[in-house]
């Protein structure tokens, strides 16, 4: 366990140097709203719509997300999801696109951390930023999660490597900590900040999140 917080961590570290020779580094903020209901012992819908705003404040994408999960066993699960994107452009106008993708995701806790890693499979882009690029992506994230004993905060941090299928380079990685803040059984609230590193693309991008959840059991 103590191998795995230490290589986390690691990584995180090696993306500070990266900051300081980035040429361009972009602000965008995003909130959500997740929806998630138990239709089946195993298999749970959800809907999450979200806003995102541009470096300027200014909203640059609208988008819903619906989504199917299945929990093969308590610690692994398979996902499916389809995102409407309607982002706007710089004349007002609207460009909207289809995606989905599909994943399976892992989880064991070993005390009070959890230990979590997840493949992810997205068509025509990485499923995650307002981009042309149309190439298939997969995704591997890693992380792990804190229940602080006495609070209702459950700070987490992840690493998350974007690989183009095109080409089988990976292109892009992202550097996310923050923390949920657990308001009852069905309600919490997430607070995140990503930094997005693109290895050849020094056109980088500092995310803030904020994400409200309501699990209708």
Same mark, same amino acid.
């Given at each position: 366990m103590n191998s795995t917080i230490? +290589? @986390?961590v690691f990584a995180f570290l090696l993306v500070l140097p990266c900051t300081t !020779?980035?040429?361009?580094?972009?602000f965008e903020t995003r909130y959500s709203m997740q929806l998630e209901k138990k239709v089946l012992n195993n298999l749970a819908i959800s809907i999450e719509p979200e806003l995102r705003l541009d470096n300027s404040f200014k909203p640059s994408s609208y988008l819903l997300q619906a989504g199917l999960g299945y929990k093969i066993a308590p610690w692994m699960k +398979?996902? =499916?999801f389809y995102r409407f994107d309607a982002e706007q452009n710089e004349n007002s106008s609207f460009s909207y696109m289809n995606r989905f993708a599909f994943d399976m995701s892992f989880?064991?806790?070993i005390s009070r951390f959890t230990p979590k890693a997840r493949v992810r499979f997205s068509n025509f882009t990485d499923f995650d930023s307002s981009t &042309? &690029?149309?190439?298939?992506y997969m995704r591997y994230k890693f992380g792990t999660s804190?229940? @602080?004993k006495g609070s209702k905060l459950n700070p987490f941090l992840s690493v998350e490597l974007y690989q183009k299928m095109?080409?089988?380079l990976i292109n892009? =990685?992202? !550097?996310?900590f923050g923390t949920e803040y657990t308001l009852n059984k069905r309600n919490s609230i997430e607070l995140k900040y990503s930094y997005d590193y693109r290895f050849k693309n020094l056109n980088n991008t500092h995310i803030l999140e904020l994400k409200y959840s309501l699990n209708f059991k």
């Open positions: 230490k +290589l @986390i !020779y980035s040429q361009t580094n972009q +398979l996902g =499916a989880m064991h806790k &042309d &690029d149309k190439s298939n804190y229940n @602080i095109e080409n089988g892009k =990685a992202r !550097y996310s």
